[in-house]
């Protein structure tokens, strides 16, 4: 597992080492060029002291194991007058002032002089210079590299301690019961970790509304579940006391309608659970021309049979993006309630239209309708219209489901739905896709 803390020690650790060490450079650089103004102001004081005069002979040499400055005197006429170290492999001839001269012995520098009669040479090695200016830069960086262990504690604990709110909101959540859903407190927090735990709070705010919703589907649920079960107890208990045939086929019609009344209850409330807008949508093209011509064709016999005339009064072309199985269950939501609540006689239109670059589907009835008070009501849960002397149909059983589904697809698909007044007053259910 990967370690903030660990990860900020190394890295801060190395470009700690990396700055020490072009600092370091940096150091011997300007070491380096000090010492070397200085060691060439010598080598000219050194000249400027040698005499003037003559030599007659060549006087005797030092020791050749002396690394220090290198003597060479000649006379005008190009005689070898003195040689401090006959041994060191320099240049028998001399280039006034300084310059650098590679030898078997490696670099040195070399300044040459006219003195009185004598012509000076003057050279050293470059590695002294080079000796002196690590040193210089050793003896200045040393402290910090023996400082490097006590840095890394530091940082280790300076980097603990700013991760303690982390390791602090951690804690909160680990000893919280599973229940418990109210937000964190961002206060005493560094500017840096409000925005995660704001974050939280923000998903477990969701969360909450998303079990409040649970909660009040199941509640809901097992309400409305438990008229049809006890329906169809009481249904099963006929047929058990039925005396002759004829009464037990009446009951067994009975018990079948409430089966199937609790079967499209049941349907009804798992299409429901899966049209939450927190559900992810399977996008894909959809030809709604084909779709809604699929729906239709499906419901004709059953129209046919409830007396009402079912047909697609226009279509145009449309494609949109989504799920289509969702879809379907949509438009069978809305053309099933609307071919229920239209009276026997009347009829369903249903139109594809393409308004403004975005296609608009129309299903229109010649029902009751919906009065306008209570047109965003019947979104809701479980919610029906109350019954009226205005509703031809108010015979018909219904879960108070569709609707909501309906609602709840066009969501999770981004479609806008309204209802309002078809021309011919009944109910006119409008998708702008």
């Known amino acids: 597992m990967r370690s903030i803390r660990r990860q900020l020690l190394v890295w801060l650790l190395a470009l700690v080492i990396v700055g020490v060490g072009f600092a370091g450079w940096l150091i011997y650089r300007q070491a ?67 310059s650098t001269e590679m030898t078997p012995r490696g670099e040195w520098r070399v300044y040459s002089a006219i003195v009185g009669d004598n012509v000076v040479q003057l050279a050293q090695p470059l590695s002294i210079r080079n000796r002196v200016a690590a040193g210089v830069a050793w003896r200045t960086l040393w402290p910090l590299v023996l400082l490097l262990p006590l840095l890394g504690l530091a940082i280790w ?134 779709l809604l011509g699929e729906c239709v064709r499906g419901y004709v016999l059953v129209a046919q049979d409830r007396g009402v005339d079912l047909g697609i009064e226009k279509s145009e072309p449309a494609t949109v993006k989504g799920d289509a199985d969702a879809l379907r269950v949509m438009f069978n939501n809305l053309i099933d309630n609307a071919t229920k609540y239209t009276p026997v006689g009347g009829r369903v239109d249903v139109s594809i239209k393409v308004q403004e670059g975005r296609p608009v589907v129309e299903i229109a009835d010649t029902g009751p309708g919906i009065p306008a008070a209570e047109r965003e009501r019947v979104f809701d849960r479980f919610y029906r219209v109350g019954q009226s002397a205005d509703r031809e149909r108010t015979d018909v059983a219904g879960s108070g489901l569709g609707l909501a589904i309906v609602r709840r697809i066009a969501d999770r698909h981004g479609f806008s739905i309204a209802l309002g007044e078809s021309p011919a007053g009944g109910l006119l259910v409008r998708i702008v896709c």
């Not at 010598?42 to 003597?71: C, H, K, N, Y």
């Not at 000893?175 to 840096?192: F, I, K, N, V, Y």
């Not at 809901?220 to 047929?239: F, G, N, S, Y």
């Open 157 to 290: 604990i300076i980097v603990g301690r700013g991760l303690a709110p982390l390791q602090r909101v951690t804690r909160a959540l680990d000893s919280r019961h599973p229940e418990a859903l109210d937000p964190l407190s961002d206060q005493r927090l560094p500017q840096e970790v409000r925005p995660l735990v704001r974050a939280l709070n923000a998903l477990l705010a969701r969360l909450s509304t998303a079990l409040d919703t649970q909660k009040a589907f199941v509640a809901d649920a097992a309400h409305e579940l438990r008229t049809p079960l006890a329906a169809v107890k009481i249904q099963a208990q006929l047929v058990g006391r039925a005396q002759d045939d004829a009464a037990r086929r009446e009951a067994l019609t009975d018990l079948n309608e409430g089966i199937g009344r609790a079967t499209r209850l049941a349907e009804q409330l798992l299409a429901l659970a899966r049209s939450e807008p927190d559900t992810q949508v399977a996008r894909a093209p959809v030809d709604l021309c084909a």
């Open 32 to 98: 380096l060029a000090e010492a070397n103004e200085l060691f060439d102001y010598q080598l000219q004081q050194i000249a400027a002291a040698l005499p003037s005069e003559p030599f007659s002979s060549v006087l005797s040499s030092r020791s050749e194991t002396d690394e220090g400055v290198v003597i060479q005197i000649w006379n005008r006429n190009g005689v070898l007058m003195y040689y401090s170290h006959p041994r060191v492999p320099l240049a028998p001839h001399a280039e006034l002032g300084f």
